[in-house]
């Protein structure tokens, strides 16, 4: 026959191949990682990584189709959001050069919280209907810090997470942590009354690292740079819509890059780059990486 009257998708290849040739020793699974993300982080991407290698080197193996990030709705009012879509933004330029992991927008789209074990169960609903695979596994992918929180107690003495919630997660679904300093997961699992089956415990040994959106937001609400703490897309992004006190890291950029102008004597050159930041008009809409670099620095050492 001739190959040309075939027409097949990628997602039918891979279910192919799935049970042609692994089939009967594999199982398969998503991998779900929800927050604010506010804003996204190069350890958030790591933690993907780590929980699909580690599910690949079970002695029962995963084969992990899809990791998927699920922003919580600006409506969670426990801290400041920056809007959904600006976290939906962010997080597309975060995973644009992965292969396998997404951002998802169904739980900001809801406009409302949701609880975490509400959102496991669609995303492995709607998985094991996209994928025709009624026992595909869907796996919440965390740092230890979360898990610690199943074990808090509210000021009135009721339970922050509750407890049908935390044995659903664990046991229905399954739970992969990333262990953070200053957090004892594997203790707090240990505590409540579970089947660990699935429960696994990951520590970074290659790149430990302690980033975190909440250090992010500080730099540059102080001016401070944060490129190489995530994405470059992101960084860009950040500063194109003023997102977190970032006019600051801004004018930290203009002032270095007319210092640099006044050092080689080009005064007017300084003066252009010390007003950039008080008279250039906002940016609008997605720019090229070259434009926002042409209009706020001549240092690119000087930009997070």
Not at 37 to 48: D, S
Not at 51 to 67: F, I, K, N, Q, W
Not at 132 to 155: I, K, N, Q, T
Not at 267 to 275: E, F, K, L, S, Y
């Amino acid at each position: 026959y001739s190959s040309a009257r075939v027409s097949i998708d990628d997602r039918t290849l891979a279910t192919v191949i799935f049970r042609l040739g692994m089939g009967g020793t594999t199982k398969r699974a998503i991998l779900l990682s929800c927050g604010s993300f506010n804003p996204p982080t190069l350890a958030h991407l790591r933690m993907m990584e780590l929980a699909r290698d580690h599910l690949r080197s079970l002695p029962c193996p995963y084969t992990v189709v899809e990791g998927l990030f699920s922003p919580v709705s600006s409506t969670y009012v426990h801290k400041p959001l920056a809007e959904d879509e600006h976290r939906l933004a962010m997080l597309e330029r975060a995973t644009a050069s992965s292969g396998w992991m997404r951002v998802d927008e169904w739980e900001t789209r809801r406009g409302e919280w949701t609880r975490t074990k509400e959102v496991l169960r669609h995303h492995r609903a709607a998985a094991r209907q996209r994928w025709s695979d009624d026992h595909l596994d869907c796996f919440l992918v965390c740092g230890g810090d979360l898990v610690d929180s199943f074990a808090r107690l509210l000021p009135d003495g009721s339970r922050l997470w509750a407890a049908e919630d935390v044995k659903a997660i664990v046991e229905e679904y399954g739970i992969v942590v990333i262990t953070r300093d200053g957090s004892s997961p594997a203790a707090t699992l240990a505590s409540f009354s579970l089947s660990l089956e699935r429960a696994f415990t990951v520590s970074d040994r290659a790149c430990p690292n302690d980033v975190s959106s909440t250090r992010l937001r500080e730099a540059l609400a102080e001016g401070r740079s944060i490129r190489y703490c995530t994405q470059d897309g992101v960084v860009d992004y950040i500063l194109q819509h003023g997102l977190y006190g970032s006019s600051k890291a801004k004018a930290a950029a203009a002032a270095v890059a007319a210092a640099g102008c006044a050092s080689t004597g080009s005064v007017a050159a300084a003066a252009v780059a010390a007003g950039a930041a008080a008279k250039s008009p906002p940016l609008n809409g997605i720019q090229s990486e070259k434009t926002l670099q042409n209009r706020w620095l001549e240092n690119g050492d000087a930009v997070p």
